[in-house]
């Protein structure tokens, strides 16, 4: 097949827009429709699902857009692909031709499996976790599409997979046609987290007209034969598709040039992008290599219990009201948490004109094993202060007990060891092989630095008046990536945001171990801040746990900018 493939997204993680699937499939032509269901937040709830009931551990509510969407693919034609089964792919699979059958809609239901380790996690080295599911690849899915299935659902594939399976089952690519699949890897890292980017979550939303945002459409791609894309959304959709859009969400939640999946490995470094018209961006260019030897595998595990208390201290000597409390609640716990983390936020102004934004709040966080430490005697021991603490003192909650929170923890497993079973519908069963050829997954070559800008005036100002950026979380480390729009503000980007420069502008950052990758093609440079979730997002070791604000953080510091690059009219 030479014209190419429309695949197009409706959910970028579990609890996603309702609507988008009825959406994606009336609002323009589509021969594919994917979602991504999965983090690894989800698989966490998802094996507590399990816990309650075996039979459960999916997205329930990829059914109940099925319910009003089933008949509406199958006249259309279009094939969905979903990693909604999550710990439970052959549970959902039953579910859906339980489905089919009570709405009278045929329709062929495959899954992919062998994901799910955890009944093999000790043979393995990976602990006793609560779930272990490795990262699967697209042959699976593609088996499964070349077998004739309308409707193929996956556990825990990455990402991307989703979109490259119905690719290569589409183009009939090799296994070994890296630059073709390393493409549309580029391409289902950028439709797969949904209307992220069709304008959402951007850094210059204010330049997109606001009733363009109330209802952004959902992303789709155009995949080439030879790999190349354009990414777009149907028409009269809300949002924006541009350049920005496409790079915001090309620097989320990757680290340097090499971007890992289990088929192969795409070379970030090589992405380029253009302008196609409108809410149209071009993708080209990108080289792919033999993917790495070994899989990565999800390790979700329950950490114990969690508790916490926020303190408001209005007015006057906040830090020495603040130190106050700490003392009292030290003292009154006849049992010390095995975790203790006071944290003070100083959102207060002096001379405030409302109560609120006279007020500053304190923050302590206890975790231990043993839920009697964090439960209600904790929460108790800070009530009762109540009437001889600080004056003004008041809680933003009353006393709760504390919750079971989990620790996420990655892990990596030869990938001969990890079965990957493509299930057709008629239930044959196909074992996918492991790739042939591997490449260890080695930091790729720092590119060359552009000249620096000549010395010229500066002006004090905020890093986002000329630059974007979008932060994520990565298990218990969170990645930054900035990107600017001219060439001449590259120059000065790339030498300027050091990893030194990033310390200073976030002390959080300060102590933690960073890395720096430059993408020139994109005008980016992405940082990796290794530790600074803690054991990851269900850890919540930070307010933003996501680390989804990180990069607006960044962007709000103010530092010394060229005046030529800054915008007319900048104060």
């Known amino acids: 097949m030479t014209a190419a493939v429309r695949i197009g997204n409706c959910s970028g993680f579990y609890g996603d827009r309702h609507a988008a699937m009825h959406e994606m499939l009336t609002g323009g032509e589509l021969h594919y429709l994917t979602g991504d269901y999965l983090a690894e937040l989800t698989m966490l709830i998802l094996g507590r699902d399990r816990m309650k009931n075996p039979e459960r551990g999916y997205a329930k509510t990829f059914l109940t857009q ?178 920005d859009t496409v790079t915001a969400q090309l620097l989320y939640e990757v680290t340097g040039a090499r971007y890992a999946n289990p088929d192969v490995t795409a070379r970030m470094d090589s992405i380029e992008l253009a302008a196609d018209g409108p809410d149209r961006v071009r993708i080209s260019g990108v080289t792919g290599e033999p993917p790495p030897p070994t899989y990565k595998v999800s390790l979700n595990s329950i950490g114990g219990f969690r508790n916490s208390t926020t303190f408001v201290l209005t007015g006057l000597d906040v830090e020495a009201k603040a130190e106050l409390v700490r003392t009292q609640l030290e003292a009154a716990m006849t049992v010390r948490p095995a975790e203790l983390e006071w944290t003070l936020s100083r959102t207060d102004h002096p001379d405030a004109d409302t109560e609120e934004t006279a007020s500053a709040l304190l923050h302590c966080v206890v975790r231990d094993p043993d839920p009697a430490n964090v439960g209600r005697k904790f929460s108790a021991a800070g009530i009762e202060l109540a009437l001889a603490s600080y004056p003004g003192f008041c809680v933003t909650a009353p006393p709760g007990d504390g919750q079971v929170y989990g620790v996420f923890t990655p892990g990596y497993v030869d990938a001969a060891k990890v079965p990957h079973i493509a299930v057709h519908a008629d239930g044959t069963r196909v074992d996918i092989s492991p790739a042939a050829e591997t490449l260890a997954l080695e930091p790729a070559a720092e590119p060359k630095v552009p000249e620096p800008l000549p010395p010229g005036p500066t002006r004090r100002a905020p890093l986002g008046l000329i630059a974007g950026a979008r932060s994520g979380d990565k298990g218990g480390s969170a990645n930054v990536g900035v990107w600017v729009r001219t060439d001449e503000q590259w120059r000065w980007l790339a030498h300027t945001l050091t990893v030194a420069k990033l310390r200073e502008l976030l002390p959080e950052t300060a102590d933690l171990p960073v890395t720096r990758h430059l993408l020139p093609k994109l005008r980016a440079v992405n940082f990796v801040v290794e530790g600074i979730l803690g054991q990851g997002v269900a850890y919540q070791a930070r307010f933003d746990p996501q680390a989804k604000g990180l990069g607006e953080w960044l962007r709000s510091r103010h530092l010394e900018i060229p005046e030529r690059l800054l915008p007319e009219g900048t104060p």
């Open 66 to 243: 099925l319910e009003q969407c089933l008949g509406l693919a199958h006249d259309k034609g279009v094939r969905i692909v979903a990693n909604a089964g999550g710990l439970n792919p052959a549970g959902l699979a039953d579910a859906v031709r339980e489905l089919a059958d009570r709405l009278g809609v045929p329709t062929r239901v495959a899954h992919v499996e062998g994901d799910d380790l955890l009944p093999r996690a000790a043979e393995l080295d990976l602990g006793s976790p609560l779930t272990a599911n490795a990262y699967l690849g697209a042959w699976g899915i593609a088996e499964c599409l070349a077998g004739g299935a309308d409707i193929v659902i996956t556990g825990r594939v990455t990402d991307a997979s989703v979109i490259v399976g119905p690719a290569a089952a589409h183009f009939g690519w090799a296994r070994t046609d890296y630059d073709r699949l390393a493409g549309a890897v580029v391409a289902g890292h950028v439709i797969e987290c949904g209307i992220q980017a069709s304008g959402g979550n951007y850094a210059f939303f204010t330049e997109i007209p606001t009733e363009k945002l109330l209802h952004p459409g959902f992303p789709l791609a155009e995949i080439h034969a030879d790999g190349s894309s354009v990414i777009t959304k149907h028409p009269g959709t809300g949002g924006l598709v541009s350049v």
